[in-house]
């Protein structure tokens, strides 16, 4: 492995300018993402005539764009800089949800959902050209033993600003009446591309470290590195495992939210605003056992307490869904924040300095993919269960979605099998 440049060429004071910029940057970001995804993204899907199965497709569209990743740090590898790859591809990726704003005016009837789900994945495969390199960057940037504090705080940030645009997003949007929702969308879709800009903008400012630079070898050898790393090909299993069962509910809960139990948008940014909440309440607790227990112990606890997320929503009701849903989300959280923190440090960790580009696209992108088969496969059992709802247990009568909430809690903690086999260990 040819080293880097010296690190000297990058001073503690560039790092910590650095890093207060990607701090800006990723709130900017925040914005845009809170707009993007969750029950507006949801709503504009169901705005435009989308079917169960439809949200399940749309639900993997970015994830199917994302399995990119596998092949993107062939291109990133063999570059030098990682920055101007980065700007462009995001800049393009988010620039896409300016047609998406349009849709009812470009397509008309069933063409509409499919535009949508079309435009995401899209979307998605621009921006899995650089998701690895940005991971590297950021990973370069900020130093190993700073890292948790600094992901957690980073991560509370984010949080904090998602959920205040969240909530101003649901409130807007209970403000247009069914026939006016276009309107509604389309505004807050220019404002979320708007944000990307500025995030972007500011990003750009963010020094570069040295990469490590890799010595000359077949493709072969450089693509299949991670399935010949044996705690690496571990961790990436358990990851795979956990995304599928976690997608096959994980596209319905905001529809079973508006749909079934028919929550008003703004009481479902309340909710997100209870997860979120409790997320950064939490996160300077995670990154303290961090720091003295190692990351797997709060890995697999995190997991174990994620997999009992979907229950509440099994027993909520019109009549008590404030209670319920308020409990589900507080504890989402809590192991949410755990979860993060120690998920993406121990890939940080486990991925060796040469390569790490390829070994972090390699375990990406089969986690969207297994988000993918995930969200299409629940989709299908949606449908499969409604032929056959409601299914009667322990004195309820479960809808299609509601049994799907079960199987997830299922196969969620049957991946904590896997987790047996993950090790944390230091690579170079």
């Known amino acids: 492995m040819t080293p880097p440049e010296p690190d000297r060429l990058l001073t503690d004071l560039d790092r910590r300018h650095g890093m207060r910029l990607w701090n800006a940057s990723s709130a900017l970001f925040s914005v845009y993402s809170a707009i993007t995804s969750g029950a507006v993204c949801t709503g504009y899907a169901l705005h435009l005539g989308a079917s169960n199965a ?11 764009g994302q399995a990119l990743q596998m092949l993107s740090p062939v291109l990133i590898e063999r570059v030098r800089t990682r920055k101007p790859l980065c700007l462009a591809t995001y800049a393009i990726g988010c620039g896409l949800w300016l047609p998406i704003a349009f849709i009812p005016f470009l397509f008309t009837g069933a063409a509409g959902p499919w535009a949508l789900i079309i435009l995401v994945t899209l979307g998605g495969a621009v921006t ?30 984010c949080a904090a600003v998602a959920l205040i645009s969240s909530l101003a997003a649901g409130r807007y949007m209970d403000f247009f009446s069914p026939a006016r929702a276009q309107t509604g969308f389309m505004s807050l879709f220019i404002l979320a591309v708007v944000f990307a800009g500025a995030s972007i903008a500011v990003w750009a400012k963010v020094v570069e470290p040295p990469k490590h630079l890799s010595e000359h070898e077949s493709l072969l050898d450089f693509l299949t590195g991670p399935f010949r790393h044996t705690h690496f090909r571990n961790f990436t299993l358990f990851g795979v495992a956990r995304g ?10 905001n529809v079973y939210m508006l749909q079934n139990l028919g929550i008003p948008y703004a009481h479902i940014a309340i909710f997100s605003a209870m997860l979120t909440v409790s997320y950064i309440a ?20 995190s997991t174990f307490g994620l997999a009992l997320f979907p ?42 300095l040469r390569n790490r580009s390829v ?14 088969v995930g969200s299409l496969l629940g989709g299908a059992l949606a449908d499969l269960f409604a032929r056959f709802a409601p299914l009667p247990l322990l004195g309820y009568a479960l809808s299609n979605i509601q049994c799907l909430f079960l199987l997830s809690v299922s196969l969620r ?16």
């Open 413 to 428: 903690l049957a991946s904590l099998a896997l987790l047996r086999y993950v090790r944390e260990e230091q690579t170079g």
């Open 128 to 157: 899995a050209l650089a998701s690895p390199a940005s991971t590297a960057w950021f990973a370069d940037l900020v130093p190993e033993d700073a890292r948790a504090r600094y992901i957690a705080r980073l991560n509370n940030l």
């Open 359 to 372: 070994y972090i696209g390699f375990y990406q992108a089969m986690v969207n993919l297994a988000w993918c």
């Open 282 to 301: 939490s996160n300077p607790l995670w990154a303290r056992l961090a720091e003295n227990r190692g990351y797997r112990p709060i890995l697999r606890f």
């Open 311 to 352: 229950l509440p929503f099994v027993f909520a009701t019109p009549s008590n869904y404030w209670f319920v849903i308020a409990i589900a989300q507080l504890w989402g959280g809590v192991m949410c924040a755990g979860f993060v923190l120690a998920d993406f440090n121990l890939m940080i960790k486990i991925a060796p």
């Open 54 to 64: 439809l949200i399940g497709v749309l639900s993997a569209a970015p994830s199917w």
């Open 244 to 253: 599928l069962a976690v997608m096959i509910a994980g596209p319905f809960f």
